[in-house]
């Protein structure tokens, strides 16, 4: 008996990103063998390491480092949870006496109810919360920022939150990662419809309503038990637009989530969709080829996204009758 594929069909409708010719394109794209600054704006670029925390801790570690010797102002967007590097970075800077008062804390985004209000940092339902216990609190007292110099999500800033990066000069580095919609964080093309790039380029901080495949996303995270808890999962969130992301200084993307094994990797195809794609509002991630910055991604994330073949149970199993028959 032959089997032929014949079977075709078109991604479901309700999919931001729907060309099936691109789609087919970029999954047999090899992220490996485009490593480097192989890309349309040369001050990107592509980099696979083992150990993409490290790669993170060790770069929040130095710019924070800086901003004390030099006694600079230091504006960072951070995603959380991020509790390991948290964890590592505070530890370096306690221990070389390293002072973080000349740094401004924004977060990528935050989690908000049905009706708009936002997850305060003391709930163990915030993002930013865990910022405070696993880097604030792990900090010695007197290396701690001023707590005016963290800026938290509330209802009354939802709209402004952006200024408020724009007020200090604009970030000086933001950090993200892809969602498995292909969105940055929070900002996905649902919640950020826009005609053109120019427009979408153009978008500020918001209160939106993510896409199924986002609450899916963040179920598999910690602080739900890593057990795809989607029911627990707060429905919205406020999160800052891409024209913060384009405005800052430099931008680092961190691609490392994968399942115990690194088989599954649910980042793996949104970031080919990502770095091969057109760069366009229905494929938010591709906006981070127009600016400066690094992508870091763990090797099994980058390992090819093709399906797997059949396991062959009946040849494997005359294997095993063989080797009994001995």
């Given amino acids: 008996m032959s089997f032929i594929n014949t079977f075709k069909f078109a991604p479901s409708e309700w999919l931001p990103f729907q060309d099936r010719e691109v ?3 970029v999954v047999n794209m090899s992220i490996e063998e485009h490593q480097g600054k ?3 704006n040369p001050d990107f670029e592509l980099k696979v390491v083992f ?5 993170f801790a060790v770069d929040l570690f130095q710019r924070i480092r800086m901003s004390d010797v030099k006694n600079e102002k230091l504006v960072i967007v951070l995603p959380s949870p991020e509790n390991a590097v948290f964890i590592s970075v505070t530890e370096a ?9 000349n740094v401004h804390v924004f977060f990528l985004y935050e989690y908000a109810n049905e009706e708009g209000k936002v997850a305060p940092w003391q709930s163990p339902y915030s993002r930013s919360g865990h910022f405070m216990r696993y880097f604030y609190n792990r900090l010695n007292a007197e290396l701690r920022m001023p707590m ?39 900002i996905d093309p649902e919640s950020f419809p826009a005609k053109s790039l120019e427009e979408f380029l153009s978008m500020t901080s918001r209160l939106v309503t993510p896409m199924a495949e986002m609450i899916a996303h963040d179920s598999l995270r910690g602080m739900f038990g ?13 999160t800052v637009g891409p024209k913060d992301l384009m405005s800052s200084k430099e931008w680092i993307d961190l691609e490392y989530l994968v399942a115990c094994g690194g088989a599954p990797a649910h980042q793996k195809f949104p970031l080919q969709l990502a770095m091969f794609g057109p760069i366009c509002p229905e494929n938010p ?18 390992a090819p996204a093709h399906t797997l073949p059949d396991f062959d149970i009946v ?12």
Wanted: charged letters at 30%; aromatic letters at 8%.
């Fill in 285 to 302: 991630g591709s906006i981070m080829r127009l600016h400066k910055g690094t992508c870091y991604v763990c090797p099994e994330v980058a």
């Fill in 51 to 55: 150990d993409v925390h490290n790669y």
């Fill in 148 to 186: 005016d110099q963290i800026h938290f999500w509330t209802e009354e800033n939802i709209e402004t939150y952006s200024k408020e990066i724009e007020s200090l000069g604009g970030a000086d580095v933001v950090y993200t990662a892809l969602s498995q919609s292909s969105g940055i964080g929070a």
């Fill in 38 to 40: 192989n890309f349309e």
């Fill in 23 to 25: 789609l087919d394109k």
């Fill in 226 to 238: 890593c057990a795809g808890d989607i029911a627990n999962v707060p429905p919205k969130a406020v």
């Fill in 93 to 101: 800077l306690n221990k070389y006496k390293v002072s973080c008062r």
């Fill in 315 to 326: 040849k494997k199993l005359e294997e095993i009758r063989k080797k009994e028959e001995k």
